[in-house]
């Protein structure tokens, strides 16, 4: 199982893939944890179990200074500076599918025109 986590800041996010065993009854609590101990204002995560439906969880506030403004699953979240983490998740994937390609592999070796 994967655990698909968005830690949400004033004005970006950070995309993290983990190994999970989920346990609906005790991610809400987890996320409460996380979200005090690094003085997040939200959290939202998707949990992702082979070919079920993601399961989604939002701990937390919309905005810092409005305490009864909770967050909900439906909310839209302004997701910036992501294009590394996305990169390296779609570079692993095609690491894994493909053999021919490594970790170590040189660009110019893949695209000798360059």
């Known amino acids: ?10 004005i970006s996010c950070q995309l993290q893939l983990c190994e999970l065993d989920f346990d609906e009854g005790t991610l809400e609590y987890e996320l409460e944890e996380v979200r005090y101990k690094y003085n997040l204002p939200a959290i939202t995560v998707a949990v992702k179990n082979n070919d079920e439906p993601p399961v989604f969880c939002s701990i937390g506030y919309r905005n810092v200074k409005d305490d009864d403004n909770y967050v909900t699953n ?4 302004h997701i910036s500076s992501i294009a ?3 990169t390296a ?7 894994e599918i493909n053999p021919s390609l490594s970790w170590d592999l040189k660009l110019i070796d893949v ?3 360059l």
Do not use: C, H, R
């Open 89 to 95: 998740t779609l570079t692993a994937k095609l690491i």
């Open 84 to 86: 590394k983490s996305m």
């Open 1 to 10: 199982m994967v655990l698909l986590f968005l830690t949400i800041f004033p």
């Open 74 to 77: 439906n909310d839209k979240w």
């Open 111 to 113: 695209f000798p025109e």
